[in-house]
T-cell receptor, first 113, second 112 residues
Framework: DGGITQSPKYLFRKEGQNVTLSCEQN?????MYWYRQDPGQGLRLIYY???????QKGDIAEGYSVSREKKESFPLTVTSAQKNPTAFYLC????????????FGEGSRLTVL | GEDVEQSLFLSVREGDSSVINCTYT??????LYWYKQEPGAGLQLLTY?????DMKQDQRLTVLLNKKDKHLSLRIADTQTGDSAIYFC????????????FGKGNQVVVIP
């Protein structure tokens, strides 16, 4: 079955530590995205990548970093510079960049203690 | 830039219709979308409407688009307990890339 896999589903970290969230897709999609979801705030775009070895900042990129070395993989690192990292993180992919049909993973809930 | 507004909470009895509303700002958006998020999960595309349409019906779902008022609505007929979820509207930017602007979401609770 094709889909997007995010791991881990739940993650606890101490303040000041970097943490990397994994996102893998086997849909052969070119574009991948990371969103952050906070209660009552909807989804905000962190980073997106339209093609391998290329990515662009979204609306709230500060304190985050990404890489896109392989088509299937788009890991997100939450760095210690992110002021309020506790949130639900969603990864998505799409066939191209001119379609609004995004396929989402199940999400990763990060809690910083 | 795009800005999408939604009301936050709706409760509805099983079997009744539910209507979720959304306003958007980018009059050049080509497509407008409705996504559904079940508890603890990612989002799934429910339906979408092309900007030159006024209405789209898909089984129990009816989407209405009022371009003049930049108002989008989703009507769910015969609401079921499985329809309990958060519903997000989203618009695609007019520059052709896929940076969807999502609303804050509307939580629908279906009461048996």
């Amino acid at each position: 079955d094709g889909g997007i896999t995010q791991s881990p589903k739940y993650l606890f970290r101490k303040e000041g530590q970097n943490v990397t969230l994994s996102c893998e897709q086997n849909l052969n999609h070119d574009a991948m995205y990371w969103y952050r979801q906070d209660p009552g705030q909807g989804l905000r775009l962190i980073y997106y990548s339209q093609i391998v070895n290329d990515f662009q900042k979204g609306d709230i990129a500060e304190g985050y970093s990404v890489s896109r070395e392989k088509k299937e993989s788009f890991p997100l690192t939450v760095t210690s510079a992110q002021k309020n990292p506790t949130a639900f993180y969603l990864c998505a992919s799409s066939i191209g960049t001119n379609t609004g049909e995004l396929f989402f993973g199940e999400g990763s809930r990060l809690t910083v203690l | 830039g795009e800005d999408v507004e939604q009301s936050l909470f709706l409760s509805v009895r099983e079997g009744d219709s539910s209507v979720i509303n959304c306003t958007y700002t980018d009059s050049s958006s080509t497509y407008l979308y409705w996504y559904k998020q079940e508890p603890g999960a990612g989002l799934q595309l429910l339906t979408y409407i092309f900007s030159n349409m006024d209405m789209k019906q898909d089984q129990r779902l009816t989407v209405l688009l009022n371009k003049k008022d930049k108002h989008l609505s989703l009507r769910i007929a015969d609401t079921q307990t499985g329809d309990s979820a958060i519903y997000f509207c989203a618009e695609s930017p007019s520059d052709g890339n896929n940076r969807l602007a999502f609303g804050k979401g509307n939580q629908v609770v279906v009461i048996p």
